[in-house]
């Protein structure tokens, strides 16, 4: 019998519960495609692209113990990247590589900047950062200003044997769920791998780790460069499922809203960045429903979430996969 | 091997290290004796890197190594192991073991495994142990965990402070014999220790530091010599 760590089992855990969450979403997909559905699969289609963003979040908070309350600047930059080259030329590809490579670049930039210092200062220097980006992109012209920008053109994504619109419900709810699920796993193959454990070990103990040869800064800024490409590569997907991006994407709000999906779904787990994403958009739209007061709701959850469930909804349902994962591998 | 030439450091106002001056050679443990607070642990946090010197210099195989960053002092093959061991909390034995590594470069990943092999063949606890997370073991394997974890990679300065500190007398005995293994291979190694007279049993020669500056030195195996340091320190 080979033995597993406990961090390689955890992450076996979250696997499965990535897995189950694609099992589920293939199911509505085709429920939802039999039935003409539109409302609820462009809602969980949105609830995937957040989904990203708080992943990014993640990697930096359950793996770095880094709050960013600014990882809306590199979603947003990747939303505004992606519906300006899309009403360029019509291509994901084009938008994808180009938000890819910027987004790299930022990141770098940001991340020099913003990892010269630590905790509640690091927080106020990234929240520091994406109000300006917010500012400048809200009184820019050129960007649409307040109204943002409009008419993202409707693309064929075409992958050789299969292609998507981004205007059928259905197809770009899976094309979505398969882009997640790839930046899901690159960061799960990234976090398992030594430069995790030397993440894990920064968060323990930064100064503890140079004395084994390892530079804490490059350490960091890799983890903070990956973040901010994994956020700026969903928001790239905004616009091709709404048609526009507006300033509102790179707001607080934004930023604030993927914090309180991690911690409601479960910090340093992966899978909850996902599952906290499900639950938050569909609560958000229920709610949104019945009141324009949702963020009151919100809020109660987040602060429920912190009182009874600390380690988030992953607290409770990894855990048991993980005893189940242990039964499975005894002889 | 290591030599320090007029080394001074303070911590903000306060003077520590008041002048100090040493070599280690290559194979050669030099126990560093004194009351608490006289500035042994600075001393090595200072050739480790972790604070900077105010004056003097640090040679490590004829090349300065003062004001350089902890990472890179590393790299040249200087290992630390602190006085609070630091194990890495949310990772297992191995995983802490495999942070060792990047103090070789350019090994391959079979001649990490077989390093790794060789750590478990000497730490038979360790190897029974290596899928738990490090801080859930003892005081003393935790202390063999980061002994291991420096070893691992093949450093040819070691610099240990109080490996002995609230450990069983058996385990200590063990930390010792693996110092004396160490110094064998060629190792040269700083130590400081509270437990003086196991420590003379290793060390070649010694000083004795009382508010930042030597005020003893001498042969480890000369036993005038270690009666004039028992009565400095007064054990």
Known sequence: MRMIDALTRSMRASHLLVALLVAASLVFAAIGAAMGETFYLRLATEALIFAGLALSVDILLGYNGLLSLGQALYFGLGAYLSALVLMWVPSFWAAFAVTAVVSAVVGLIGGFIANRVRG??????????????????????????SDGLIGVPVIDINLGIISFSSASPAGFFLFVLGVIVILYGVTAYLLDTPFGRLLIALR????????????????????YVIAAMIAALSGALYPMLRGFVSPELLFFSTSGNAVITVIVGGVGTLAGALYGSVLLTLLKSVVGSYTEHHVIVIGLLFMGAVIFLPRGLMGIVRPAVERMLTRRSKP | ???????????????????????????EVLGVFGRNGVGKTTLLKTVAGWIQPTNGHILFNNEPIDGQQPDRIARRGVGFVPEDRRIFPGLSVEENLTLGFLQVPGRSSADSRAALERIYQRFPRLAERRYQHGTTLSGGEQQMLAMARVMIGKPSLLLVDEPSEGLAPMIVADLFAIIAEMKAAGCAVLLVEQNVHQALAVCDRFIVIERGRIVLSGDAKDKENCDRLLETIAV
Do not use: W
């Open chain 1, 120 to 145: 509640v200062y690091f927080a106020l220097i990234t929240f520091g950062m994406a109000q300006v980006a917010a500012k400048v992109v809200y009184n820019t012209r050129a960007l649409g200003a």
């Open chain 1, 204 to 223: 323990a103990n930064e100064r503890r780790v140079p004395f084994l040869g390892y530079r804490t800064m490059t350490l960091r800024l890799s983890a």
């Open chain 2, 1 to 27: 091997m290591l030599e320090i030439q007029n080394l001074h450091t303070h911590y903000g106002p306060s003077h520590i290290i008041q002048g100090i001056d040493l070599t280690v050679r290559d194979g």
